[in-house]
């Protein structure tokens, strides 16, 4: 089982940046992927922002890409969120997850499908004020 603990969010300002933290367990059992997702209030979960375990490139949403930046430290498996130019828009609860992608060659799919990801952290609110 992969067990995840984020850590990071709080409240600032227009134009302000926070790093979100999500600290996984040891165990990789049949995942590939982890993401950040995010749920503002009366809104479905979005999908914000993901990368492969092990390495690779990285995948954001149209709204975030330029501003967000997602990345691993394996030494203690850790991934991060780096937000920069928040905006309001942004504010919601960050949720990390950890799951397993379909990867077909030669076809994109999204990673960022809800359904593909089995383990989910607590979540972290971001709250940003103009």
């Known amino acids: 089982q992969v067990q995840l603990v984020e850590s990071g969010g709080g409240s600032v300002q227009t134009g302000g940046s926070l790093r979100l933290s999500c600290q996984r367990s040891?165990?990789?059992?049949?995942?590939?992927?982890m993401s950040w997702f995010r749920q503002a209030p009366g809104m479905e979960r979005e999908g914000v922002a993901q990368i492969y375990t092990g390495g690779g490139s990285s995948y954001y949403t149209d709204s975030v890409k330029g501003r967000f930046t997602i990345s691993e430290n394996s030494a203690n498996n850790t991934v991060y969120l780096q937000m920069n130019s928040l905006k309001p828009e942004d504010t919601a609860i960050y949720f990390c997850a950890a799951g397993l992608v379909p990867i077909v060659p030669g076809i994109w799919l999204n990673p960022l499908s809800v359904d593909d990801y089995t383990y989910w952290g607590q979540g972290t609110q971001v709250t940003v004020s103009s």
């Open positions: 040891a165990s990789t059992y049949n995942i590939n992927s």
